[in-house]
């Protein structure tokens, strides 16, 4: 009997004695068994297709166990039967002997080890040839924009990568606003986590919902594995988990659609910018610079203007000292939007004398004095040693003469730390990428450009 079809029968078998002999058990029984680990553990797709008809019966089959909840219970069929993938004749050997379950099956993220400063491993650097995984944690944004996802790809290639898509993203899955439930897409990141192939992880687009992954995500096989995430806007929920949980750095940095995508060659400043922070055999210490021009030109997707009308770019009048000082420390830089929502949970990071870079996107006023000031009300400005601000996407002053920098002082007042706006890393271009947790020196003086030096690196060669 072959492995497909014996894993049907089991299945099927599991379900019969369930359903028959105890339908009035309720589901919490079984929540304690991580769903993703069994989408891992059964949901092989290569594997399956080459399988024909029996593999197509056998995904039909999850899909229907999956609609009606019942993948825990072929869950404890697996645990007792200990039927993880690397019992399948076919299964890629770093799946064997990795823990079937992930650590946080109860959905609870406050039961996870915390990793102080002293634990932070480095992921490996890269180099030309290394795969990137690429996987969907939020936004489908492949629906939108089906070609500014693969211009995406076909840059990653011709920067001399190699791209493998998780499998969500294979699938091109969408359900509204998302690629699948929490458990399906942390599953799809869990599987590029350990593939072997797979040295890099970088997310289709941003969304609103990627801090739903993180009670699904096994973060002691993250750390072990030690490959780089690199992203921007709502990733910054899985920047703080890796730093939290896993003990491991990562990159704020460009997703595959932006700015990978841009058209025709992807944004080259930007591209530029990821090579220094994500290669092997760069100087640990760098120094970031303006770069000589930005734009904050939004162009439409559904019209293909995106590709049609040339972006605008404007004279880069360089980073801005709006209170003087010196200051060095580990950086994090972070969505002003997500850091907020990690408030009150174990998502919130370590700021004391944090060097705090901020970005903030569609940038209406009320909403930015509203953001800025529960960040101060959190004590973050009692904790930081620094504050940079990046140039806000499409700031909107709502008929106030206010500036932007006006109204980041008005909120912030006096410091004793200094206090730089218009940097130039996020929803605008081009994006300095930002290697998260080493420690830079900054230094702001309203008589002369800002100085920002990295004394370290986030990868190891």
Known sequence: MSETARLQRLLAEELERFV???????????????????????????????AGPAGAMLIAKLTELRRHELIPVVSRMLRSTRMAVSSHANAPKPYADQPLFSQTTSGDVRSLKVRDDNELLRPRALRKGDTIGVF???????????????????????????????????SRAHAGWRAGTAEERAAELMEL??????????????????????PFLDFEEIRRQRKLLCGYSDITSLHLSWHRFAGLSSVYGPTVMCWFGEWPDGDEASIAA????????????????????????????????????????????????????????????????????????????????????????????????????????TGAFDEIAALIVSKPEFPDAKGSTMSYDDLVREVVGMRPWPLITNFDTGHTLPMLAIPQLVEVEVEARTQRPVSFRLLGRCVED
């Open 193 to 214: 986590v350990r593939d072997p192939d797979v040295s890099a992880l970088i997310p289709v687009i941003g969304g609103n919902n990627f801090s739903s992954l993180v």
């Open 274 to 377: 990821f090579q220094n922070a994500t290669m092997a055999g760069n100087p640990e210490q760098q120094i970031l610079t303006p770069p000589p021009q930005w734009s904050n030109h939004s162009r439409r997707w559904e019209n293909g203007d995106w590709q049609r009308v040339p972006r605008q770019w404007q004279k880069n009048p360089g980073w801005t000292a709006i209170l003087s000082g010196r200051a060095s420390g580990r950086v994090l830089a972070v969505n002003l939007n997500t850091l907020l929502t990690a408030a009150g949970t174990p998502l919130w990071p370590v700021l004391k004398d944090r060097i705090l870079i901020v970005e903030d996107m569609e940038a209406g006023f009320a909403g930015t004095e509203r953001k800025l000031r529960q960040l101060a009300m």
């Open 136 to 170: 969907t944690p939020a936004s489908p944004g492949y629906v939108e924009n089906l070609e500014l996802f693969a211009n995406g790809l076909r840059t990653l290639e011709r920067i001399g990568f190699r791209t493998k898509l998780g499998s969500l993203t294979a």
């Open 20 to 50: 028959g002999a105890s339908p009035e058990l309720p589901p919490a029984i079984f929540r304690e068994v991580a769903e993703s680990e069994v989408n891992h553990a059964l949901k092989t797709p290569d594997q399956l297709r080459e």
